[in-house]
C-alpha cells in the first residue's frame, strides 16, 4: 500500500516565502526518490526539484537559488521550501514518490493529490 500525504501551499504575494511538505508511507517497498512537481495554469506538469535516497538533489533551472528540496532523517517526508516567489510559480504542486522492490528489481511511482500555489499581488 502506497500512500502520500501532502500538506501546505497557500497564497503569497510575490517575493514571500511558502514551505510544502509531503509524508509518504510505503509497506514492502523502499523509497527511491521524492520530490516535487507543478503544473502552471494552462501548462504540461514539469519538474521542480527532486531528492534521491543518498541526499542528491535536482532542480528545475526557473527555481534554482529560490526553493531547496530537503527530506527527514527517516527519508520518508520530503520537504519543498519556497522563498522569493514569483506570480509565475503559481500552479498546482504534486509530490512524486518512486519506490523500488529489492534494489532496482522493480521501480514504481505514486503521485500525491496536488496542493495549490498561488502567487499574486
Known amino acids: 500500500q502506497v500512500e502520500l500525504v501532502e500538506s501546505g501551499g497557500g497564497s503569497v504575494q510575490p517575493g514571500g516565502s511558502l514551505g510544502l511538505s509531503c509524508v509518504a508511507s510505503v509497506s514492502g517497498y523502499s523509497i527511491n526518490t521524492l520530490g516535487w512537481y507543478r503544473q502552471r495554469p494552462g501548462e504540461e506538469r514539469e519538474l521542480v526539484a527532486t531528492?534521491?535516497?543518498?541526499?542528491?538533489?535536482k532542480y528545475s533551472g526557473s527555481v534554482q537559488s529560490r526553493f531547496t528540496i530537503s527530506k527527514d532523517d527517516a527519508g520518508n517526508t520530503v520537504y519543498l521550501q519556497m522563498n522569493s516567489l514569483k506570480p509565475e510559480d503559481t500552479g498546482i504542486y504534486y509530490c512524486?514518490?518512486?519506490?523500488?522492490?529489492?534494489?532496482?528489481?522493480?521501480?514504481?511511482?505514486?503521485w500525491g493529490q496536488g496542493t495549490q500555489v498561488t502567487v499574486s499581488s
Open positions: 512524486k514518490l518512486i519506490y523500488e522492490y529489492g534494489f532496482g528489481i522493480s521501480m514504481h511511482d505514486a
Open positions: 531528492i534521491s535516497y543518498n541526499g542528491r538533489t
